[in-house]
């Protein structure tokens, strides 16, 4: 009898086991395909960077301002949208919000297609990595301030150019539309007012909740995204890209590290 009894006990305990592990797998699997969605902002980069097991495991939307559609397709890219070469990375980034507002992904990482670039390409494996590991959204901080408003306020650019080689090769234009009002602290205080952000990133890379993006009305995304068609190369995205913890502020549902 005693033999039995143990008998039992461990097979009880490895339908336990097998119980728990099969969890497990089903809430990794669903987090994985169901929750992300990679919105990629490319003009003349291959996309070679998608092919790594890091991105190929999520839904994939590239926005494609560039003449040609010559880069690496898999399996998981979802969608292939055509649109006009505006506003950089950030247009792209508020045409997906103003687009899908009413079918977002519960998370949405958004990336240049220049993440072939070493620099980049680490932060945004970096990102997804912090995602995968807190299974939220991940807001990464380049740098912190006080006030990112105060300690930015004369911030101005009337030339910059493209770093990636490839985009370069079909557009070196270097010259900016000027911001209609600059510098950045009076543009900022007629988008935002005295609203008090701490953290900048750079590059075009972060994630964001959904509901930290529903929080606000759609007319605010529209009013940003309005202001980068102007040109392929406007001074205002350089304004978005220091202000995009002020855009989905408070980010309550994204961390931010």
């Known amino acids: ?91 792209s980034y508020l045409y997906h919000i103003v687009n899908n507002y009413d079918n977002l992904a519960e998370i949405t990482v958004f990336l240049p297609g220049s993440c072939n670039m070493p620099n980049k390409k680490d932060k945004a494996i970096k990102l997804i990595e912090h995602i995968e590991k807190i299974e939220k959204a991940v807001f990464l901080s380049d740098t912190v301030h006080e006030n990112v408003k105060n300690e930015n306020y004369d911030f101005m650019m009337d ?46 890379i972060f994630s964001v909740s959904k509901q930290d993006i529903l929080q606000h009305p759609i007319d605010h995304y529209k009013n940003l995204m309005v202001q980068l068609e102007t040109s392929s190369n406007p001074e205002v995205g350089h304004y978005i890209e220091r202000s995009w913890a002020a855009i989905f502020h408070p980010m309550n549902n994204t961390q931010i590290i």
């Open 159 to 204: 030339e910059w150019a493209t770093s990636d080689e490839a985009n370069k090769s079909a557009n070196s234009e270097k010259t900016l539309d000027k911001a209609k009002i600059r510098p950045f602290g009076k543009w900022y205080e007629s988008n935002f007012g005295d609203l008090t952000v701490k953290h900048m990133t750079y590059s075009g």
């Open 1 to 91: 009898m005693k033999t039995l009894h143990t008998i039992l006990i461990f097979i009880l305990l490895i339908i336990l086991l097998g119980s728990l592990f099969s969890g497990l797998s089903r809430v990794n699997e669903g987090f994985e395909y169901k929750d992300v969605e990679i919105v990629i902002s490319r003009y003349n980069e291959p996309l070679d960077w998608l092919s790594e097991s890091l991105f190929d495991k999520y839904a994939i939307t590239v926005y494609n301002k560039g003449q040609n559609a010559e880069f690496t397709k898999l399996s998981n890219l979802r969608k292939i949208i055509p649109v006009k070469n505006v506003g950089k990375c950030d247009h």
